[in-house]
């Protein structure tokens, strides 16, 4: 993949689910809300400008914008870090329950 130099992600649209059965069948709605935000706003911390839309979908986040290359980034990127959100709030959820 190439490395794509983008700092202004205005034109670019991210619609990320919130539907717990996206993120396995351990997780309560209340820890599907907190995945959610969490991925949201690591998002945007890493794609400034980004449009991140959260939506009770089923299925696989879509990026859109002008650059398909750029649109691939942002998914990779995804790819790569949402198995470690959900490690995060499970792992808190388990110690708020312990």
């Known amino acids: 993949m190439n490395n794509v130099t ?23 709605a209340e820890e599907a809300a907190a995945i959610t935000a969490r991925m949201v706003r690591g998002i945007e911390a890493q794609f400034p400008g980004i449009e991140a839309r959260v939506r009770l979908i089923i299925g696989a986040d879509e990026v859109s914008g002008p650059d398909s290359e750029v649109c691939d980034e942002i998914s990779f990127w995804i790819q790569n870090n949402w198995c470690s959100t959900l490690g995060v709030i499970k792992k808190t959820t388990q110690l708020r329950t312990t």
């Open 6 to 28: 983008t700092t202004d992600y205005s034109e670019y649209k991210i619609t990320v689910s919130s539907d717990p059965c996206c993120y396995g069948s351990d997780y309560t």
